[in-house]
């Protein structure tokens, strides 16, 4: 079953990292988000769940996907946030082959080495500003997406790969002792089959967790 129980049933709400990002009634984007959790929910298979409903328009379509990602991938890391403190995890990164360090042009001009949680927060915070901005994520019926919409989305979705990677080598016991695991692996598998399905990473980004799943 894809999703027997929500996310939300399985971890605790109040960890949740970020404010859940909702979808506005009577709109569009509400209307796809429902089709798409009535579909997840409905045990089909998640390489069905995420193809273009006919007639749809693809940039919709994405847009809510990145914005449910962003909100499931907050509940997953907000549940173990705890446990990933400067000790435990001083560096972002995937076991000893991979690091992430954190670039922003802004006040971190240069690939800056971060522990995971400042890491995370920093990502958080600047995916959220993205969606929460009109221009770029556009709620208005009739107002275009922008020309790099699609760039915009697959750099969030490659950094919110990070996150899966983290959780995965380094706090998945924090998981499993939740009896969580199988909900973040659906979690994971329905946000894989969606960017291979329009082609929104690069199949380098996701080389820290091919032996994982082996």
């Not at 859940?20 to 959790?37: D, I, S």
């Not at 009109?134 to 760039?151: A, L, S, W, Y």
């Not at 969030?156 to 998945?172: E, P």
């Amino acid at each position: 079953k894809a999703m027997a129980l929500c996310l939300g049933q399985v971890f605790s709400k109040d960890k949740t990292f970020r404010p859940r990002k909702r979808f506005e009634p009577g709109t569009q984007r509400f209307e796809l988000y429902k089709k798409a959790q009535a579909s997840l929910k409905s045990g089909i298979d998640l390489r069905k769940v995420v193809q273009l409903p006919e007639g749809e328009n693809i940039n919709d379509w994405i847009a809510v996907h990145v914005v449910d990602f962003f909100n499931r991938i907050n509940l997953i890391y907000g549940t173990v946030s705890e446990f990933c403190t400067e000790r435990s995890c001083p560096v972002m990164s995937g076991g000893l082959r991979y690091e992430y360090r954190w670039q922003d042009g802004n006040v971190y001009k240069k690939p800056t080495k971060l522990p995971a949680l400042k890491y995370m927060t920093l990502l958080m915070d600047w995916i959220e500003t993205l969606i929460n901005n009109e221009e770029i994520f556009p709620t208005r019926v009739g107002v275009p997406f922008p020309r790099n919409f699609q760039q915009v989305c697959k750099k969030i979705l490659s950094r919110l790969f990070r996150v899966f990677v983290h959780v995965y080598i380094h706090h998945f016991d924090r998981i499993c002792s939740m009896g969580a695991e199988a909900h973040v692996n659906t979690c994971y598998k329905h946000y894989y089959y969606f960017i291979t399905e329009f082609s929104l990473i690069d199949q380098s980004e996701l080389e820290p967790l091919v032996s994982f799943f082996c």
